[in-house]
């Protein structure tokens, strides 16, 4: 029961933020999306924020998107992949989601091509691009983000619905802030040179020491996990591998 309440009002809190961040920063508050990163969450506490309004969470491992999808499937909550995703995981993780925000690489882009190809679908997908230029983070450097962004457009299979990164590592925002401007002006560049379709526009972008600062910079989507759930028992790094 208390737990209950606590995740309510982290939610409720939250979501004040983006509303304060986005009227800061002249957008509307719809104009960005929660996303509830929810690693290491039992399907139960999912289900708390999901009764107080959440409606999108995040996943970085296929085994946990197993483990909670019956009770979760049976609420339609959409899920998307955030985690380094392995190629023998691609048949697994379609099974659960709706859109694949972690692609980093040519050979993810072509083999989920040819699962889809198979089951004769699509997915959405965003192209995950390491801006903050740490070696022990995942995503695409960021001179070869045009270029993989290039080749995924070609696939009917695949539908880019943006750019996802993670940013540097660090207590202070503005030192951050460089980051998310990065993943921005990378967006916009491909943009102007049609290479990213004019529907393209998601950044996703901010969790939950920096979403102020992702949103002042254009994100169109925050991925939220400790300021809803709690902290979690092991570092970051550990859940980013598969
Ligand atoms: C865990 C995680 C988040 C959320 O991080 P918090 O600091 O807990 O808000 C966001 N993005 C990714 C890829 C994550 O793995």
Not at 19 to 27: E, F, I, L, N, P
Not at 100 to 117: E, Y
Not at 134 to 140: L, P, R
Request: hydrophobic letters at 40%.
């Amino acid at each position: 029961m208390q737990l209950m309440n606590v995740i309510k009002d982290n939610l409720a809190f939250v979501q004040q933020r983006i509303a304060s961040a986005c009227q800061k920063a002249g957008r509307e508050t719809d104009a960005v999306k929660l996303l509830l990163a929810t690693k290491t969450v039992s399907a139960e506490n999912i289900k708390v924020a999901l009764a107080a309004g959440a409606n999108l969470i995040g996943e970085n491992k296929v085994q946990e998107l197993k483990e909670k999808d019956a009770e979760l499937r049976e609420t339609g909550v959409d899920r998307h992949f955030i985690g380094h995703l392995q190629t023998n995981k691609i048949k697994d993780v379609l099974k659960y989601v709706s859109c694949i925000q972690s692609v980093d690489r040519l050979d993810l882009v072509q083999k989920l091509d040819a699962r889809l190809q198979s089951e004769g679908r699509s997915v959405d997908i965003m192209i995950q691009i390491n801006t903050s230029f740490e070696a022990s983070k995942f995503g695409i450097h960021p001179d070869e983000a045009l270029t993989l962004l290039e080749a995924a457009a070609r696939y009917d299979t695949l539908n880019i619905k943006g750019l996802m990164t993670i940013g540097l590592f660090d207590a202070d925002p503005e030192r951050i802030r460089p980051s998310f401007r990065l993943l921005r002006q990378i967006s916009q560049h491909a943009m102007d040179a049609g290479i990213l379709p004019a529907d393209a526009r998601e950044l996703c972008m901010g969790m939950s020491g920096d979403l102020e600062t992702a949103i002042s910079e254009g994100a169109t989507m925050v991925r939220v996990g400790t300021a809803v759930f709690g902290k979690r028992l092991y570092p970051d790094s550990y859940y980013w591998k598969e």
